[in-house]
């Protein structure tokens, strides 16, 4: 069994080779290695990789928005399954480099879904809690209209989800989306919250708090994010025309994958105080742009179809972390 994967060298991607490698599969990872958070994250997680399992995970640098150099790279693969995972992430930057966006979440997709069609294997690809917008009816749900984002990033996606549904219904391609609600952990990406908290907590400098402290979020342990991707991949949408969590009589499926639990950002700052050991220096700011007051993730779809259980609390996962960072930054 042989899985390609998308943004391999990302936090999700990296943990997701770990995983499949460990059950004895191969795997096949691109990843374009930009600049959009610091690369040499990337490369070190593309060295553990190559550490422990050698052969066993393929890299290939490239970017997958370009389709001939993706082509290129996967001519001598056989590839029985792909996890597209990666993208051009965060809701803030989508303000200031829109165009990024179009080509790694649009295009990017795009050829993915081309890479399906053609070898014709199923896929499991990366859709984002933002597709839910400024909706303020809580826990979010599949079944709840998404038509109104309120960033670029958050629309990118959702058009991934429309593209999909097009292509499992024309191709009959297994096609299994999942809105990620706030993953972390170790090996995290550095644009993200708690990185970014626990790098300034333990270097005694003030933490940027937006809407005042006042957001909730659905904080989601990477193991148990990773249980959920596998657990999709290995049953993929049937076409049996039954409907689909999201609506469709497609073999397309799409799932929220998140901790079912809202956290107040005020006591996952407290938690992460606890775990360095040192209380934060708060710099309450105004709401950002594109940004949300409240993410809570409705898990009923994936918990019947997938088994899908989500085991860790922030007050388990946190220190997880900054005991990685610690240990990563010689701290």
Aim: proline letters at 6%; one cysteine or more; glycine letters at 8%.
């Amino acid at each position: 069994m042989t899985t390609l994967i998308t943004g391999m060298a990302g936090f999700i991607g990296f943990h997701l080779a770990n995983a499949l490698a460990a059950r004895g599969e191969e795997v096949v990872g691109v990843d374009n290695l930009n600049d959009y958070y610091d690369p040499a994250v990337k490369a070190a997680r593309l060295q553990a990789l190559d550490d422990k399992w050698g052969s066993q995970v393929r890299f290939h640098a490239l970017d997958f928005a370009n389709h001939d150099a993706l082509d290129s790279a996967l001519a001598g693969e056989k590839i029985d399954c792909i996890a597209h995972l990666g993208a051009q992430a965060g809701v803030r930057y989508s303000l200031t480099n829109p165009r990024a966006y179009a080509q790694s979440n649009l295009v990017g997709h795009l050829n993915l879904l081309e890479v399906a069609r053609a070898l014709q294997v199923p896929m499991v690809y990366a859709s984002s809690s933002s597709v839910y917008g400024g909706n303020t009816e809580m826990p979010f749900s599949v079944d709840h209209r998404v038509d109104h984002p309120i960033s670029l990033y958050a629309a990118t996606k959702r058009a991934d989800e429309l593209m999909s549904e097009t292509y499992a219904h024309l191709y009959r391609l297994p096609l299994t989306g999942l809105r990620f609600f706030t993953v972390y952990g170790p090996w995290g990406r550095p644009d993200m919250a708690l990185w970014m908290f626990t790098r300034d907590i333990l270097a005694g400098k003030p933490i940027p708090v937006f809407n005042n402290g006042q957001l909730r979020r659905d904080f989601t342990f990477i193991d148990d994010i990773i249980a959920g991707v596998v657990a999709c991949l290995d049953a993929p949408p049937s076409d049996d025309g039954s409907e689909k969590p999201g609506g469709s009589k497609a073999p397309h499926a799409v799932y929220n994958i998140g901790n079912n639990r809202s956290e107040a950002l005020m006591d996952m700052i407290a938690v992460t105080e606890e775990a360095c050991g040192r209380k934060a220096i708060i710099d309450f700011k105004p709401m950002q742009p594109g940004d949300v007051h409240e993410t809570h993730a409705d898990i009923d779809a994936i918990a019947r179809d997938h088994s899908y259980a989500p085991t860790t609390p922030i007050t388990v996962g946190i220190p997880k972390f900054v005991d990685w960072y610690r240990g990563f930054h010689g701290i």
